[in-house]
């Protein structure tokens, strides 16, 4: 073939002016589907690392607020206005109004849900601290019951979108990792928050040791959930690995609640127990994730199981915290009243509450004694914490067991 005829099959790079124009009919070429589809997939991606870019200054700026204020509550306030202003979210188009979305917000359930749970708390509070004869104390405690009642029927009748709706709350597997998140909280939280007492008032620790002796026990709890992980991955199976991990962090926790008789040794029994009660609790967790999210949900309740789950979590960490708190001031008063004059002993119990650097100031033989009573008062709690991961692990055979998939 010749050259000439190589040179007239070229397709020219620049159309020529004269060259005639395209058809109405005639498409022009587009990207294909796909390219398109990675396209925006691109765009997507670049979204998102701009996100963590913002993201970076909004944690910098919440730990500044921390150390600088040294609350949580100034981190927490650092963290909410630079999320504010420096992190861009994809702007999501939608066809109903605000003031529509605004309605379907459970504001009524929200209000609900505080006034029970502080009705609760602090009539416990109060009936601790002061007494429970008080009127202020009885009608706090009378109310929690009809606003709990009034809040399952909002949830249940009348929110739009409710955030615990009934069918997600009351279905009797999902119900049961609900009870075991709440117990399993109750205790672990009660347990990480009353055992730096034991250290300093009994042990006689300073502040930075009772820290310091709460350190194993955290690393515990955090390698528990991850070594979960890795089980469920490995075997696909979370009911036996869930009840299994329960069982253990129960009987783990036995040794903790008889510490306190032990006279020498005691700070290396809690160490080493709650190191092996953490651990599987963390699993237990990690499982209870699962059995909510994978297998007794839809996708569409998943976001919303996954948020109940979280509430009744937190629930039972403040309520856990509470309860501990009532059994152990009601059996160090009792003794204290027992050992010494009513009138000195309700003294005495006031100025601990205060601060327990009281105990330092009072005489020798009344510091033993004082010591003595708030060892069995910490006792008392701690058994308390074990009735609570029991009733957790009896929480756990109730879950649906199935196969991971």
Request: a neutral charge.
């Amino acid at each position: 073939m010749s050259d000439t005829t190589h040179a007239t099959e070229r397709t020219p790079l620049v159309s020529s002016p004269d060259a005639e124009p395209r058809g109405q009919d005639e498409q022009i070429p587009t990207d294909p589907p796909h390219e398109v589809e990675l396209q925006e997939q691109g765009e997507e991606e670049l979204k998102s690392r701009r996100n963590v870019q913002y993201t970076l200054p909004v944690l910098s700026l919440g730990i500044f607020l921390a150390f600088l204020d040294q609350s949580v509550v100034a981190a927490i306030n650092g963290h909410i206005v630079s999320v504010a202003f420096l992190v861009r979210l994809p702007q999501r188009k939608s066809d109903i109004s605000w003031r529509e979305q605004l309605k379907r917000i459970d504001f009524l359930g929200a209000v609900l849900l505080i006034l029970s749970i502080f009705a609760l708390l602090f009539g416990l509070d109060r009936g601790t601290n002061v007494s429970w004869h008080s009127p202020t104390t009885l009608v706090s405690l009378c109310l929690t019951l009809p606003l709990t009642i009034a809040f399952l029927l909002v949830e249940t009748k009348f929110a739009l979108a409710p955030f615990t709706p009934g069918h997600v709350i009351f279905d009797r597997a999902l119900l049961a990792c609900y009870a075991q998140n709440f117990f399993g909280y109750a205790g672990f939280t009660a347990l990480i928050f009353y055992l730096p007492l034991f250290f300093q008032v009994v042990l006689m620790m300073t502040p930075v040791q009772a820290g310091a002796g709460l350190i194993p026990a955290a690393i515990s709890a955090v390698v528990g959930t991850f070594v979960g992980g890795l089980i469920l991955k490995r075997i696909g199976r979370y009911y036996w690995l869930g009840f299994i991990s329960a069982s253990v962090a129960v009987l783990a926790s036995i040794p903790i609640a008889i510490a306190p008789s032990v006279h020498s040794g005691s700070l290396i029994i809690i160490c080493v127990a709650s190191v092996a009660s953490f651990v599987p609790q963390g699993i237990v967790v990690t499982a209870s994730l699962i059995a909510i999210l994978v297998s007794n949900v839809t996708a569409a309740d998943q976001a919303v199981a996954t948020a109940s789950s979280f509430l009744f979590r937190s629930l039972g960490a403040a309520i856990g915290v509470s309860l501990v708190g009532l059994v152990i001031d009601q059996v160090l008063g009792s003794k204290l009243r027992a050992a010494l004059d009513p009138q000195d002993a309700d003294q005495i119990l006031g100025k601990i509450k205060t601060s327990l650097d009281f105990i330092k100031l009072l005489r020798p033989e009344l510091q033993i004694t004082v010591r003595e009573c708030y060892n069995a008062g910490i006792q008392s709690g701690f058994v308390m914490c074990s009735a609570l991961l029991v009733m957790s692990a009896f929480c756990v055979i109730f879950w649906r067991a199935k196969k991971m998939s």
